[in-house]
């Protein structure tokens, strides 16, 4: 599964709204070129709705936006001869793709930073030591990745992922 900071979901967000204006005068006379344009967007699309999805918080509200896309980005590729509806359905996506990107920059919680404290010599019992050890590994394996030979007192810098932690 791709991991995405919020920076590159509106990345993302941004790239399906610069495709969208390849169809301001509707479809172009390079139909295949349109259907696979309109194809990689749905594609894009559900990648990130299913990467929403499985977070873990409710984003269903952004997720129903991008259905909303997708069932546009369908009726274009079905009537791509029907210039009006081509050009109408572009200006609705436009909106739809603002209030997304609206969206994803205000309701997506992402972790700007985290700090993790060693407490190992806090406890003195075996099993405590175990468990405390056991916890800041697996934040420092969840936050950072595979960080080899990070030392204590160490900082360190890894945007992190758009999620639950």
């Known amino acids: 599964m791709a991991y995405f900071t919020r920076n590159k979901l509106e ?8 495709a969208n204006s390849r169809f301001a005068n509707g479809g172009t006379d390079d139909m295949q ?6 194809i990689e967007c749905q ?21 129903e936006k991008f259905e909303k896309y997708c ?15 081509v050009i109408n359905h572009k200006i609705d996506i436009e909106t739809v793709l603002t209030d997304i990107l609206k969206d994803i920059e205000e309701k997506i919680i992402e972790i700007k930073s985290i ?9 003195d019992a075996p099993g405590e030591k175990a468990i405390v050890s056991k916890e800041i ?25 758009v999620g639950t932690y």
């Open 137 to 161: 590994n697996r934040l420092i394996d969840s936050c950072l990745g595979n960080v080899p030979g990070l030392t204590e007192g160490e900082e360190m810098y890894r945007p992190l992922v």
């Open 43 to 63: 594609q894009k699309a559900l990648v990130i709705g299913e990467y929403l999805e499985s977070m873990g918080m409710d984003y269903s509200e952004i997720v």
């Open 11 to 18: 990345t993302m967000v941004l790239e399906l709204y610069s």
């Open 33 to 38: 070129g349109d259907l696979r344009v309109l």
């Open 115 to 123: 700090d993790i404290y060693d407490f190992r010599g806090l406890v």
């Open 71 to 85: 069932n546009m980005i369908y009726d274009i590729s079905e009537n791509l001869d029907d210039t009006v509806l």
